[in-house]
Protein backbone atom coordinates (compact mmCIF):
# COMPACT_ATOMS: atom_id res chain seq x y z
CA UNK A 1 0.00 0.00 0.00
CA UNK A 2 0.58 3.48 -0.65
CA UNK A 3 0.25 6.32 1.93
CA UNK A 4 0.62 10.37 1.27
CA UNK A 5 1.22 12.42 4.34
CA UNK A 6 1.05 16.15 4.30
CA UNK A 7 2.16 18.65 6.56
CA UNK A 8 2.16 22.03 7.28
CA UNK A 9 -0.63 24.05 7.18
CA UNK A 10 -2.07 26.31 9.97
CA UNK A 11 -3.20 29.58 10.49
CA UNK A 12 -1.63 32.68 9.14
CA UNK A 13 -2.04 36.42 8.66
CA UNK A 14 -2.25 37.53 5.31
CA UNK A 15 0.97 38.66 3.86
CA UNK A 16 2.20 35.93 5.49
CA UNK A 17 4.24 32.45 4.27
CA UNK A 18 3.79 29.07 4.51
CA UNK A 19 5.84 25.77 3.66
CA UNK A 20 3.95 22.71 2.66
CA UNK A 21 4.78 18.52 2.75
CA UNK A 22 3.80 15.94 1.23
CA UNK A 23 5.56 12.20 2.05
CA UNK A 24 4.90 9.57 -0.06
CA UNK A 25 5.76 6.15 1.60
CA UNK A 26 5.24 2.68 1.31
CA UNK A 27 5.38 -0.22 -1.28
CA UNK A 28 6.56 2.51 -3.96
CA UNK A 29 7.82 1.24 -7.25
CA UNK A 30 8.13 4.58 -8.91
CA UNK A 31 6.59 8.03 -8.71
CA UNK A 32 5.79 10.15 -11.84
CA UNK A 33 4.00 13.40 -11.78
CA UNK A 34 2.96 14.87 -7.88
CA UNK A 35 1.32 17.96 -7.38
CA UNK A 36 -0.65 19.98 -5.14
CA UNK A 37 -4.74 20.80 -5.51
CA UNK A 38 -7.03 22.84 -2.62
CA UNK A 39 -10.67 22.42 -2.26
CA UNK A 40 -12.26 26.08 -0.52
CA UNK A 41 -15.84 25.33 1.23
CA UNK A 42 -18.27 25.29 -1.22
CA UNK A 43 -16.21 24.96 -3.76
CA UNK A 44 -14.54 22.24 -6.57
CA UNK A 45 -11.07 21.19 -5.92
CA UNK A 46 -8.88 22.62 -8.19
CA UNK A 47 -5.12 22.28 -9.31
CA UNK A 48 -2.44 24.55 -7.63
CA UNK A 49 1.03 23.31 -8.75
CA UNK A 50 2.08 20.33 -10.42
CA UNK A 51 5.47 19.17 -11.11
CA UNK A 52 6.78 15.83 -13.55
CA UNK A 53 9.76 13.34 -12.18
CA UNK A 54 11.68 15.46 -14.14
CA UNK A 55 11.32 18.89 -12.82
CA UNK A 56 9.23 20.68 -14.97
CA UNK A 57 6.53 22.92 -12.96
CA UNK A 58 2.82 24.09 -13.65
CA UNK A 59 0.87 26.59 -11.65
CA UNK A 60 -2.54 28.09 -11.57
CA UNK A 61 -2.94 31.55 -12.69
CA UNK A 62 -4.15 32.32 -8.99
CA UNK A 63 -1.34 31.71 -7.39
CA UNK A 64 1.91 32.37 -9.93
CA UNK A 65 4.24 34.48 -8.61
CA UNK A 66 3.54 33.69 -4.98
CA UNK A 67 3.83 29.88 -5.14
CA UNK A 68 7.20 27.56 -5.54
CA UNK A 69 6.54 23.82 -6.07
CA UNK A 70 9.32 21.90 -5.65
CA UNK A 71 10.80 17.73 -4.98
CA UNK A 72 13.43 15.43 -3.15
CA UNK A 73 13.31 12.59 -5.32
CA UNK A 74 15.45 10.44 -2.73
CA UNK A 75 13.39 11.54 -0.25
CA UNK A 76 9.88 11.22 -1.82
CA UNK A 77 8.77 14.35 -0.86
CA UNK A 78 6.93 16.82 -2.53
CA UNK A 79 6.91 20.65 -1.36
CA UNK A 80 4.48 23.88 -1.72
CA UNK A 81 6.68 27.07 -0.41
CA UNK A 82 3.53 30.25 -0.63
CA UNK A 83 4.47 33.70 0.29
CA UNK A 84 2.16 36.51 -0.02
CA UNK A 85 -0.66 34.82 1.35
CA UNK A 86 -4.53 35.98 0.56
CA UNK A 87 -7.96 35.40 2.30
CA UNK A 88 -8.72 33.50 -0.82
CA UNK A 89 -6.14 30.86 -0.33
CA UNK A 90 -7.72 30.06 2.96
CA UNK A 91 -8.69 26.12 1.43
CA UNK A 92 -8.00 22.18 2.29
CA UNK A 93 -4.51 21.47 0.50
CA UNK A 94 -4.10 18.34 -0.90
CA UNK A 95 -1.36 15.98 -2.32
CA UNK A 96 -1.42 14.00 -5.19
CA UNK A 97 0.78 11.90 -6.57
CA UNK A 98 1.22 9.29 -9.76
CA UNK A 99 2.51 5.81 -8.79
CA UNK A 100 3.43 2.09 -9.31
CA UNK A 101 3.22 -0.45 -6.51
CA UNK A 102 6.25 -2.53 -6.30
CA UNK A 103 3.14 -5.58 -6.44
CA UNK A 104 2.05 -3.72 -10.06
CA UNK A 105 4.67 -1.86 -11.23
CA UNK A 106 3.17 -1.89 -14.77
CA UNK A 107 0.29 -0.20 -13.89
CA UNK A 108 -0.12 3.47 -13.00
CA UNK A 109 -2.44 4.25 -9.82
CA UNK A 110 -3.11 8.30 -8.34
CA UNK A 111 -2.94 8.20 -4.39
CA UNK A 112 -4.37 11.32 -2.67
CA UNK A 113 -3.39 12.69 1.07
CA UNK A 114 -5.66 13.42 3.70
CA UNK A 115 -5.35 16.91 3.03
CA UNK A 116 -4.26 20.21 5.24
CA UNK A 117 -5.65 23.17 6.52
CA UNK A 118 -4.60 26.65 5.34
CA UNK A 119 -6.86 29.29 6.85
CA UNK A 120 -5.68 33.13 5.83
CA UNK A 121 -6.72 35.73 8.38
CA UNK A 122 -7.03 39.26 6.86
Known amino acids: QVQLVESGGGLVQAGGSLRLSCVASGSIFSIDDMGWYRQAPGKQRELVAT???????NYADSVKGRATISRDNAKTTVYLQMNGLKSEDTAVYYC????????????????WGQGTQVTVSS
Open 51 to 57: ITSEGIT
Open 96 to 111: KAKVTTKQWSTTWFLY
